[in-house]
T-cell receptor
Framework: AQSVTQPDIHITVSEGASLELRCNYS??????LFWYVQSPGQGLQLLLK??????LVQGIKGFEAEFKRSQSSFNLRKPSVHWSDAAEYFC??????????FGKGTRLSVIA | DSGVTQTPKHLITATGQRVTLRCSPR?????VYWYQQSLDQGLQFLIQ???????AKGNILERFSAQQFPDLHSELNLSSLELGDSALYFC?????????????FGDGTRLSIL
C-alpha cells in the first residue's frame, strides 16, 4: 500500500531563512506528488504538483519541490520564509486512479 | 477562495445523533471527495463520487454514508455519532477522476460531539 512519511512534525525557522520540508513516499508505480498548505481554520490549498518531466517544480508563494526517484523523496523548499508562511504543510501521493494519501503533516512556525 | 463551499462551518451535537454535512463543488468539477481530519489519524480519505456515482471508498465507517446529487452537490451523513467522530470534515472537488487530478478543498465542517 502506498504511504507518505513526513519525518518532521514541527519545524521552527527564522523569518528570512531558507526552508526545506521533507517528504518520502512508498509506492510501486510512478506517483503523482502534491504539496498542500493548511492555514488555521482553513482548508488545504494546493502549492504544487509533480506528474512527470522536469524534477524541479515551481509552485505558488515562492515554493518549489524536487522529485528524487532514487530517494523516493519530494522535498519542499523556499529560499526565504515569510511570517505568513506559518501553517501546516501536507505532502500527498496518488497513482492511476487511487485516492490521495496524505502524510501526517509538518507544522511550520516562523519566528522574528 | 477555492470555490468549494461547505456548510455548516461548525456543528455541535450529542452522541447517538445524526448529522448531514453539505458540499458544493467548484463550478464544472464532477468529482467530490470527503476527508476526515483528526489529531490522531491525520487526514483520512473517506469516499469519492464522480458524476453521481460512487467511485472510490476509503476508511469510511458503516455508520457514515454519502451521496452526490444531479446538481453535483454532495452530502455526507453521519449517524449514531460517537465521541470519536469529533473531527474536521473536508470536502474536495476536481474536474474529473484519476490520481493526477489536483483537488481543491473547502474550508471544512468542524464537528464536535458532546
Amino acid at each position: 500500500a502506498q504511504s507518505v512519511t513526513q519525518p518532521d512534525i514541527h519545524i521552527t525557522v527564522s523569518e528570512g531563512a531558507s526552508l526545506e520540508l521533507r517528504c518520502n513516499y512508498s509506492y510501486g508505480a510512478t506517483p503523482y506528488l502534491f504539496w498542500y498548505v493548511q492555514s488555521p481554520g482553513q482548508g488545504l490549498q494546493l502549492l504544487l504538483k509533480y506528474f512527470s518531466g522536469d524534477t524541479l517544480v515551481q509552485g505558488i508563494k515562492g515554493f518549489e519541490a524536487e522529485f528524487k526517484r532514487s530517494q523516493s523523496s519530494f522535498n519542499l523548499r523556499k529560499p526565504s520564509v515569510h511570517w505568513s508562511d506559518a501553517a501546516e504543510y501536507f505532502c500527498a501521493v496518488a497513482s492511476g486512479n487511487t485516492p490521495l494519501v496524505f502524510g501526517k503533516g509538518t507544522r511550520l512556525s516562523v519566528i522574528a | 477562495d477555492s470555490g468549494v463551499t461547505q456548510t455548516p462551518k461548525h456543528l455541535i451535537t450529542a452522541t447517538g445523533q445524526r448529522v448531514t454535512l453539505r458540499c458544493s463543488p467548484r463550478s464544472g468539477d464532477l468529482s467530490v471527495y470527503w476527508y476526515q481530519q483528526s489529531l490522531d489519524q491525520g487526514l483520512q480519505f473517506l469516499i469519492q463520487y464522480y458524476n453521481g456515482e460512487e467511485r472510490a471508498k476509503g476508511n469510511i465507517l458503516e455508520r457514515f454514508s454519502a451521496q452526490q446529487f444531479p446538481d453535483l452537490h454532495s452530502e455526507l451523513n453521519l449517524s449514531s455519532l460517537e465521541l470519536g467522530d469529533s473531527a474536521l470534515y473536508f470536502c474536495a472537488s476536481s474536474p474529473s477522476t484519476g490520481g493526477m487530478q489536483p483537488q481543491h478543498f473547502g474550508d471544512g465542517t468542524r464537528l464536535s460531539i458532546l
